[in-house]
């Protein structure tokens, strides 16, 4: 136990400073916390990497108010990334019914933004809005963990009454 | 034919393909087809994976690669004109299954005398008219976004077991598939996957793309391996214009291999700590390589090393200093990492949620003719690097990592000794980094076969490859997990479903790559 925490000790405070968010606050429900639920629609599984790392010790997500949830009911904001493979666009479709409203969907890579460059096959649907209103888009391939969570800030920032 | 016989003087001998890697390839006759794979099977070798494509007007072919202590063995099987089915290898070789039933989904050929013949990529999205894999696939008329609810599960009888259903979203953040577990209260009697939810119809994507354009798709077929399978490729093109790289491009390709493997390992690390319910792993293995991605993003341009490889070499190169910084991280994460393995090593709640857990004993790995990090942890002595020591690794030797128990503690060990064994690797390459170009030009022939075979972090990743009037006619990236998604269902066996995220994570298995 005493080595376990002189290596956290050690470790010390690795974190960044938080990114700033382009859109002004405003006081509404959730804007200072919210759930998020995260569905791979068919992603390359890069994006779900930068998502993993956004929980490391780096990025200070919970103290942006922000936490991944297992299930739907309890989510506020839908992640996605992947091109919405043909396979994957019924379960997307549940996860997104079984949230609580107020809700909200933030699309995560070029792929589920446009498609990417699996924009044109037979199995994908192409951007996540062909099947899903979207609030937000984080476009990279794969986006970094702080542009991430930026979009994530917007989303909460401007609140998430429907 | 006599099996020997076929072996030593078939009607078509084996010919060499160029390459960094011994590869022998021949053609063989239907009759023929489990004859020779049953020879291969007697002489020790693994199927690393099995293909088919349409070769001309409804002339199809049947790939398979098959690995040896000595080589690797492409037998290809043309078949007559019109004829729509093949002799299957599931019974030689058991992970043949899904690959062939995936064959019948994507080309419409029928395994013959294999026992599934269920869908396996195919869901309910299009009929089974429409083959993607063809020439001229039927046209799409009535593509849906129906969800998969037919499927035949197999189950087991009985009054007392229950069966969970998993997926395909799951609670963290991973990919899609589904899994069903049958229990008798906790423990697991049988666990059946469901994958292709990540389908995107990446082979079909390939076909008439250009050679060169294509290499950003390849880099995404599976994202955690993307130096492996951009490496295969342009191992498959470089050896059909039959170049051979520079020394310095093959040894600044093996740091970002090995970079690869590091980042993934260190992440799958803290991961089953955090699984075990240690979140302390997680977060010391997490900053260490959060450090090396951002090293990598300052140094190299990306944090997964994507799109760096290129067919004749690199589209970078490094500078003296940045080797120095690169040598003095290195030396750094290598001292923090020794004294977590000490402290994780002897933490007696990790222990025991690792120790005899998952297990794949050696003799059953034998059968499943597991290879990569999963086989090594289960006893097998297959890696690449090791066995045929291509550029950079004959000047820069790998040391093999192995265990024996074949459980989580043991995928645990091999991890943490290939963590080492790659950081030592790194010094030894950037204290001696070899001078000269490290790119070079390359006159692609517009017609030619090749196949780039590399030791990813899981296992063997190749890239086989066809092109016809300068582009792509067929590709098939194929990823070690085909072979290693089977073995996961036995690894759970008289577990608990409360294990299963430990033994799921020990393996992490792509879905992506699976799917295509
Ligand atoms: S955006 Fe890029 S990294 Fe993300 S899933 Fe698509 S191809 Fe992969």
Known sequence: MYRILREAWRLGKVGDPMPSSSSPKKATPFSRSAVIRHVDAGSCNACELEIQALGGPHYGLEQAGLRFAASPRHADILLVTGPLSRHMAAALQDTYDAMPKPKKVLAVGDCACTGGIFHDSYAVLGPVETLLPVHERCLGCPPKPEQILSSLQNLLHEGLEQ | ?516
């Open chain 2, 1 to 516: 034919m006599n099996e020997e016989a076929l072996w030593e003087n078939g009607s078509a001998p084996f010919r060499v393909i160029a390459g960094p890697l011994p590869i022998h390839q021949r053609d063989v006759l239907a009759k023929d087809w489990q004859t020779l794979a049953q020879t291969l099977r007697r002489r020790g070798a693994r199927l690393l994976g099995i293909w088919g494509e349409e070769r001309n007007d409804r002339q199809y072919r049947i790939h398979a690669l098959f690995l040896t202590a000595d080589s690797c063995y492409w037998c290809n099987l043309a078949l007559a004109q019109g004829v729509e089915g093949f002799p299957s290898l599931a019974e030689i070789f058991p992970t043949a299954v899904r690959q062939e039933r995936a064959i019948a989904d994507l080309l419409g050929l029928r395994p013959q005398g294999n026992a599934d013949q269920r869908p396996w990529l195919r869901h309910a999205a299009w009929p089974s008219t429409f083959l993607p894999l063809r020439a001229n696939p039927v046209p799409l008329t009535e593509l849906s976004t129906q969800g998969d609810t037919d499927y035949a599960f197999q189950g087991l009888p009985g009054d007392d077991l229950h069966e969970i259903p998993v997926g395909p979203v799951h609670a963290g953040t991973i990919e899609p598939g589904h899994f069903r577990f049958t229990c008798l209260g906790e423990q697991i009697l049988r666990l059946e996957e469901r994958l292709g939810y990540t389908h995107k119809g990446i082979e079909r994507l390939l076909q008439g793309q250009d050679p060169f354009a294509a290499l950003v798709l390849l880099g995404r077929v599976s994202g955690d391996s993307t130096v492996a399978y951009a490496w295969a490729y342009a191992m498959a093109l470089e050896s059909i214009a039959g170049v051979h790289l520079p020394e310095r491009a093959q040894a600044l390709r093996g740091l970002l291999l090995e970079r690869e493997r590091l980042a993934n390992h260190l992440g799958d690390l803290g991961a089953l700590g955090n699984d075990a319910g240690l979140a302390f792993a997680l977060t010391q293995l997490l900053a260490i390589k959060e450090e090396m991605l951002r090293e990598n993003e300052r140094i190299f341009g990306h944090r997964y090393l994507m799109d760096l490889i290129c067919p004749g070499g690199l589209t970078m190169d490094l500078g003296a200093d940045t080797c120095q910084q690169l040598r003095a991280s290195g030396l750094r994460w290598q001292q923090r990492l020794q004294d977590l393995e000490l402290l994780l090593q002897e933490h007696a709640g990790l222990r025991d949620r690792l120790v005899g857990t998952g297990t794949i004993a050696p003799d059953r790995a034998v059968d499943w003719g597991m290879g990569g990090l999963a086989g090594r942890a289960s006893g097998q002595a297959w890696d690449l690097r090791v066995q045929f020591a291509p550029a950079p690794y004959d000047r820069f030797p790998m040391e093999i990592s192995l265990a024996s128990s074949g459980d989580v503690a043991s995928r645990w060990a091999v991890r943490f000794a290939e963590v080492f064994a790659s950081l030592r690797w790194q010094e030894k390459l950037l204290q001696e980094l070899p001078t000269g170009a490290c790119k070079m030009p390359l006159p692609l022939p517009s017609v030619g076969e090749g196949l780039g075979i590399v030791e990813g972090w899981r296992g063997e990743i190749f890239v086989a490859l066809r092109l016809e009037a300068g582009r792509i006619a067929r590709c098939h990236p194929h990823d070690p997990s085909w072979s290693l998604w089977p073995v996961l269902e036995e690894a759970v066996l008289q577990d608990i479903v409360a294990d299963f995220p430990l033994i799921n994570k020990s393996f992490n298995l792509s879905y992506s790559g699976h799917d295509l």
